[in-house]
């Protein structure tokens, strides 16, 4: 495990992420915060670009609890039947729907706690929705998290729990807000798993892997 970057390179490295793109947003199709949910919690072992195909058709007839279930649990398999774990998820999603409109009116909480009470939604999808819908400076560690922070030792951690953390202490503060999106776009992108693209990495000079591709 490379060690963990002081607080001088990591703020160079931000910075860098900052001027390349100051505004980065999520990838996942979405025209609420119920909808934003339902598709983060769909994201789960599938791609953001797979999960907005199936939700496009989806999100235009049941936007809100009510109407998903409404549209009831045929359907809801039916639309996301291209999804991994679809049996699963869309049962998950009628339940969350459920509980939404029996125990919150049909509003989406806006608590961690409460929102990873729901159906289908773990500690990641719920620092996602407070991160996206409430402006919260919570961190999503997903695989490419995990595998920039600990390649780049921007977030280093030998568990998902243990880069979050590191994400909330060593990069400052300024620059929290938008952390995890700069981190998963450019894990998905340029830090890839399988050869990096490290001669188009714009943190190449800062980063601490060792393995560095040509």
Same mark, same amino acid.
């Given at each position: 495990m490379v060690k963990q970057l002081d607080y001088h390179t990591i703020r160079a490295i931000f910075e860098r992420f900052h001027a390349a793109e100051p505004e980065p947003k999520g990838e996942l199709e979405h025209v609420n915060v119920y909808t934003l949910v339902v598709a983060v919690a769909l994201s789960a072992q599938a791609t953001d670009a797979g999960v907005n195909k199936a939700t496009r058709g =989806?999100?235009?007839?049941?936007?809100?609890? +009510?109407?998903?279930?409404? =549209?009831? =649990?045929?359907?809801?398999?039916?639309?996301?039947?291209?999804?991994?774990?679809?049996?699963?998820?869309?049962? *998950?999603?009628i339940k969350m729907s459920q509980i939404l409109v029996d125990e919150y009116d049909g509003v989406v909480p806006n608590s961690r706690a409460a929102l990873q009470s729901l159906p289908g939604v773990g500690r990641k999808t719920a620092n996602v929705v407070l991160n996206m819908w409430w402006g919260m400076p919570a +961190?999503?560690?997903?695989?490419?998290?995990?595998?920039?922070? *600990?390649?780049?030792?921007?977030?280093?951690?030998?568990?998902?729990?243990?880069?979050?953390?590191?994400i909330e202490d060593h990069i400052p503060a300024d620059f929290q807000h938008h952390a995890h999106h700069w981190m998963i776009l450019h894990g998905r992108y340029v830090c890839v798993a399988r050869k990096p693209k490290c001669a188009a990495c714009l943190i190449r000079d800062l980063c601490q892997f060792e393995d560095k591709t040509l």
């Open positions: =989806l999100f235009k007839i049941a936007d809100t609890p +009510q109407k998903m279930l409404d =549209l009831g =649990l045929a359907g809801v398999t039916e639309h996301i039947k291209t999804i991994g774990l679809f049996r699963q998820k869309a049962k *998950n999603v +961190q999503a560690v997903d695989t490419h998290i995990f595998r920039f922070g *600990n390649r780049s030792g921007a977030a280093v951690g030998k568990t998902v729990d243990a880069v979050e953390r590191a």
